[in-house]
Every structure is written in C-alpha cells, then in structure tokens.
Nanobody, 124 residues
C-alpha cells in the first residue's frame, strides 16, 4: 500500500504564507502525478494545483500567482507553497497521488491515494 502523510496546515492571518507537505511511502511504486485539493465547509472538493511527470503544473484560477506546487522526487514528496492567503483560502487541504504499484511478477497496477487532510484557516 502507498501511504500519504500531510503536514504544514495551521492558522495564519490574511496576507500570510504557509507551506504544505505530503510524503508518500510504501514498497515498489512510481508516481505519475501529485496534487492538492481543498474542501471548504458546505462546498465540494476542488482542485488547487497538480504536478505531473516532467514537472508540468496546473493551477486553479483562484490561486494562480499566489500558490506554487513543487515536488521532490527523491523524497516522494509534494509541496504547496501558499502566499498572499485570504479568508477564502480557508479549507481542509488534501494531497492526492497517483501512479503505479509494482506487484509480484512485475505486475503494475494503478493506484490513487488521498492524504488525511490538513486544516488551513486564514483569519481576516
């Protein structure tokens, strides 16, 4: 199984910054894509940013220019640097990782895992 551990959430004042981290661990897997999503109270989960093989990134319009997604392949870790935060960014942030697990006999099966979520609260 591939496991994800998130960290870095918290309370910050408007205009401040936070960095989220999500580390993947397990046996024999490769990662194709990593991303961050968020869910505010009463709203659906929405895409924040993704990064795929080749370091191609994609951002929600609401965070472009303020958030930066990056990855450390050696550590199987994805980061989300958030700057110029505003109260509308308040949500539970979830990381999402997809790739291939290598099973016995070199069989490769896709996986898609979600982190446990970390709360980000921005006060006005």
């Amino acid at each position: 199984q591939v496991q994800l551990v998130e960290s870095g959430g918290g309370l910050v004042q408007a205009g401040g910054s936070l960095r989220l981290s999500c580390a993947a661990s397990g046996l024999s897997f490769s990662i194709n894509r990593m991303g961050w999503y968020r869910q505010a109270p009463g709203k659906q989960r929405e895409l924040v940013a993704t990064i795929i093989t080749g370091d191609n990134t994609n951002y929600a319009d609401s965070v472009k220019g303020r958030f930066t997604i990056s990855r450390d392949n050696a550590k199987n870790t994805v980061y989300l640097q958030m700057s110029s935060l505003n109260p509308e960014d308040t949500a539970v942030y979830y990381c999402n990782v997809g790739g291939l697990r290598v099973l016995a006999g070199s069989i490769r099966v896709p996986f898609d895992r979600w982190g446990q979520g970390t709360q980000v609260t921005v006060s006005s």
